[in-house]
């Protein structure tokens, strides 16, 4: 890769980043679409439609059974819905069977606080490229928390990474999952992705791509697929994200709540997957971390997003603009489909938790930044497990 100077303007510096975890993009034969509204299933395996839902779709002139028959391929401006409370993902049964996961392997174009003293406004030096490591298989054994969001967009079907984290109002239970805010929304120049749904640990046994193609959809997704009932992003991304990051890309996360698609054994996702991590909004300030270690699918080349792999390495920092927040950056080969993938660290407690997610990197890979979670991304959080407190 081409090192991106240090000394670069943010303005420079921001129109070369692409976001990593571009995990979305086009593929021959996919119509982009956008994320739908909460659903659940009664036993028989039928789709029942929770009320409050039905009015949201009614209020924006969206007719369910047209949905389900392609209307949600419709990216008219008045169709795309994209305000905060705005977001709908009615499931559409086996949408996601695996050839449409497999072909789906393009990322979308790149996309009272803790003590941070000396962090603000700084950059460090680019960091040497770190080789991404592939995960050991079985990915439920080595990194059951990890997993592949799949969604559409105008240009397609497309890919991101994600994480299971933990849900403070359903402890052992949660069905909350950490990516990106441009794995859910495409920012100021759009709205909400379709058919957003959580595969965790996708193509378990690391299969090469050519036998997937008659590989069963018990082993391409060991723990089914998950629809995002609800999903939350910053209103900074949402006002101010770009397919370069832009200048919501310190404020580029996201959390999912999801359901499982055909109702499966009554098991929350955690209690599935046996995994979820804990969400760290104090991480100490970048000197003080020995490592941090970032996962996810990379989809653009080399990679085809079939595979997890993770890059360790001690973070730098990162400033796009100095009255912003300063981003982690690592050093790190994965590309576009990445994006949302889960950065681990140790926690004040000493125990794995999740400090950031990847977000941008240089169109040449070697590298990716992360935001900073702060009170924007604790108060996403803490909403969406008051929301579904209990359930």
């Known amino acids: 890769m081409r090192p991106i100077r240090p000394t670069l303007a943010a303005a420079s510096l921001a129109a070369v980043l692409a976001l990593t975890a571009t995990a979305c993009g086009p593929t021959e034969d996919s119509a982009g679409d956008k994320p739908s509204a909460p659903a659940s299933q009664s036993t028989d395996g039928a789709i029942t439609i929770p009320d409050d839902l039905k009015d949201r779709l009614k209020e924006h002139g969206i007719d369910l059974d047209k949905w389900r028959d392609g209307e949600w391929k419709n990216w008219d401006r008045d169709k795309w819905l994209r305000e905060a409370q705005d977001f709908?993902?009615?499931?559409?049964?086996?949408l996601w069977n695996p050839d449409r996961m497999r072909d789906a392997e393009k990322p979308p174009a790149e996309p009272v606080a803790p003590d941070i003293s000396g962090d603000e406004g700084v950059t460090d030096?680019?960091?040497?490229?770190?080789?991404?490591?592939?995960?050991?298989?079985p990915y439920h054994s080595s990194a059951a928390e990890a997993g592949?969001?799949?969604f559409d967009g105008p240009q397609g079907?497309?890919?991101?990474?994600?994480?299971?984290?933990?849900?403070?109002a359903n402890p052992g239970k949660s069905n909350m999952v950490w990516t990106a805010g441009h794995c859910v929304h495409a920012g100021k120049s759009g709205g909400w992705y379709r058919n957003i749904a959580f595969v965790p640990a996708y193509n378990d046994g690391a299969k090469p791509t050519a036998d997937l193609e008659n590989a069963p959809k018990e082993q391409i997704a060991p723990h089914g697929v998950w629809w995002g009932d609800w999903a939350q992003t910053s209103e900074q991304?949402?006002?101010?994200?770009?397919?370069?990051?832009?200048?919501?890309?310190?404020?580029?996360?996201?959390?999912?709540?999801?359901?499982?698609?055909?109702g499966g054994s009554g098991k929350s996702l955690e209690e599935t997957v046996g995994a979820a991590l804990p969400v760290d909004f104090n991480a100490p300030a970048v000197p003080e971390i020995a490592t941090m270690t970032a996962t996810g699918y990379p989809a653009a080349p080399p990679y085809d997003?079939?595979?997890?792999?993770?890059?360790?390495?001690?973070?730098?920092?990162?400033?796009?603009?100095?009255?912003?927040?300063?981003?982690?950056?690592?050093?790190?080969?994965?590309?576009?489909?990445?994006?949302?993938?889960?950065?681990?660290?140790?926690g004040a407690d000493g125990k794995p938790a999740l400090v950031s997610n990847t977000s941008i990197g240089p169109v040449t890979a070697g590298w990716l930044a992360g935001p900073r979670l702060g009170k924007e991304a604790k108060g996403i959080y803490d909403a969406?497990?008051?929301?579904?407190?209990?359930?």
């Open 148 to 150: 592949k969001v799949f």
């Open 157 to 168: 079907s497309m890919v991101c990474s994600a994480t299971v984290v933990k849900d403070p």
């Open 237 to 262: 991304w949402i006002s101010q994200g770009a397919a370069t990051g832009g200048q919501g890309a310190p404020y580029d996360f996201a959390v999912i709540h999801v359901t499982p698609e055909k």
């Open 88 to 94: 709908v993902n009615p499931i559409i049964e086996d």
């Open 125 to 137: 030096p680019t960091p040497a490229p770190v080789d991404a490591a592939a995960v050991k298989a």
């Open 305 to 346: 997003g079939q595979k997890m792999f993770q890059c360790a390495d001690k973070p730098g920092r990162l400033s796009l603009k100095a009255e912003q927040p300063t981003m982690y950056r690592i050093g790190c080969t994965m590309t576009g489909g990445s994006s949302g993938g889960g950065w681990v660290a140790a």
């Open 384 to 391: 969406v497990s008051k929301k579904f407190a209990g359930r």
